[in-house]
């Protein structure tokens, strides 16, 4: 092999002549990447190394850095990567390193042996220091399962052992890194380029963009972070055309436009903007910010349009009495929160029944009389003797207990303080949700079909950070 030294750079000679030719066909640049950290927790644990081999143009680049992780390494791990602490206390720690890196990997394929691990450390490490990361990944431990599915092991270790690859300094970074790109060659050159190449793009996670992208749109999209916040796209006059929240937005984008089912209409999009968020909920409330902000209405998914929910209001009758009518609920911003939420108009009207039982109100002077009762005969209630005359103070009562009204299967989670951490940054946002709605200040509340969905799933998985109010 022939080496030409450039800093922490190594320009390498004709030792995968295949990879070369094939990663043209990637239409960008290809860094097959390694990573050794202090442990497997992709929270908790921080980098100590990094290398890479990158595919551009013909020309093949090694790099490499040794990472101050500012925490101690495990005596295991120290014995299992060959890193010790005192090997990394003079080196650089992330944030020296992140923008020559980031340099090197933006508009690349990032191809690692589990690739879920290095993308997301490398992911999680940049967030750390503000700089959104994300790019089109491929798994080599998938590639191999799928290449040779009738070995049962896929680990690095495995495949080194079944070709009888030379590796140095194993769990090395580099040396992995190379011992990755002698096996990818072997495997091109056994299963031929496009058997290869087929089995690396339906594996690929996150997905590239489609070529037929407009050059301005792919670029800002490649430019977008893989975490949790709203997307915004401005058309040619800077309207609005799309507004909608995500996970992961760069692997959730990136997917859709694959699959032929883009959220938003990108033949007429000039620009797109992504605001941030701490978590599922803050980014509900961002879009609602967004939607007040630019006046637009917002893309509505088609399983968004199939869900229903109906609430109770309370409205003035000819009598001068509060009367309950049950309503559908839309997406919007509104002057007050859901009175009670239900899946329909039947569970609605069922609820309003129990509910008037349980706080003795008078279900005639609320409107809540049973389907088909006409207006002009004897009140029921009154008839079957259980009536307290109740009704000259009905208004009063069914104002002060209105916030009884279940919201679903909720029990008693009518008004919650909900707070969401960055688990990366300890950044926090506490908000404030009320019948399935998030308050929006100055007396507004927002609703989307989506929320409820959003609220439960936090019932269920971030207990500790919801507080019940009344």
């Known amino acids: 092999m022939l080496f030409e030294f450039k800093e922490n750079k190594m320009i390498v000679a004709s030792r995968w002549p295949l990879l070369e030719k094939v990663f043209l066909r990637f239409g960008m640049p290809v860094a097959v990447v390694d990573l050794e950290s202090t442990g497997g927790n992709l929270y908790e644990d921080r980098v100590t ?3 890479l081999v990158k595919f551009e143009q013909g020309r093949v680049v090694r790099h490499e850095w040794l990472v101050n992780p500012q925490k101690p390494i495990p005596q295991f791990v120290a014995g299992l990567t060959g890193i010790s602490d005192g090997m990394v206390a ?3 720690v992330f944030a020296e390193i ?4 980031f340099s090197v990997l933006k508009g690349c394929v990032l191809v690692a042996h589990n690739s879920r691990f290095d993308y997301t450390f490398l992911k ?3 967030h750390r220091v503000g700089i ?3 790019s089109p990944a491929l798994c080599s431990v998938q590639l191999s399962r799928c290449l040779y599915p009738q070995f049962y092991k896929h680990s690095l270790d495995s495949i080194i052992e079944r070709l009888g690859i030379v590796v140095e300094d194993r769990h090395r970074a580099m040396a992995d890194v190379s011992a990755l790109c002698d096996y990818l ?4 050159s056994e299963h031929g380029v496009e058997a290869w190449i087929r089995q690396c793009f339906r594996l690929m996670n996150p997905k590239p963009l489609p070529a037929a992208l407009p050059e301005r749109l792919r670029e800002q999209l490649y430019g977008l972070p893989d975490g949790m916040g709203v997307l915004a796209c401005f058309d040619g006059g800077g309207k609005v055309n799309y507004i909608g929240t995500f996970e992961r937005v760069y692997s959730e984008v990136s997917a859709l436009l694959d699959s032929g089912k883009a959220p938003f209409d990108w033949c007429n999009t000039e620009e797109v903007r992504f605001f941030p968020a701490l978590g599922s909920l803050h980014a509900y409330k961002i879009k609602a910010e967004l939607v007040g902000r630019y006046h637009s209405g917002c893309y509505v998914s ?3 349009l199939l869900k229903t929910f109906t609430t109770v209001r309370f409205e003035k009758g000819s009598d001068g009495m509060l009367n309950a009518k049950t309503a559908a609920l839309k997406n919007g911003v509104t002057d007050n929160p859901p009175t009670g939420l239900f899946a329909n108009k ?6 309003l029944s129990s509910w008037a039982e349980t706080y003795g109100l008078c279900p005639a002077s609320a409107g809540i009389l049973p389907d088909g009762y006409a207006e002009d005969e004897p009140c029921p209630v009154y008839v079957s003797g259980r009536c307290d005359k109740a009704c000259g103070r009905s208004d009063e009562q069914v104002l002060a207990f209105a916030h009884k009204l279940p919201i679903l299967d909720w029990g008693k989670m009518h008004e919650v303080e909900i707070t969401e951490t960055d688990p990366l940054t300890g950044e926090k946002v506490v908000l404030h949700g009320m019948g399935g709605a998030l308050e929006m200040g100055d007396g507004l509340w927002y609703f989307d079909k989506d929320l409820p969905d959003a609220f439960k799933a936090k019932f269920k998985t971030d207990r500790k950070n919801i507080k019940e109010i009344g």
Request: no cysteine; net charge negative.
């Open 49 to 51: 190394e990094v290398a």
């Open 90 to 92: 003079d080196a650089p």
């Open 98 to 101: 992140a923008g020559e890196l």
């Open 124 to 126: 999680h490490e940049f």
């Open 132 to 134: 959104g990361f994300s």
């Open 185 to 188: 060659e072997y495997s091109l």
């Open 302 to 304: 088609a399983k968004n």
């Open 346 to 351: 039947k569970a609605a009207r069922r609820a």
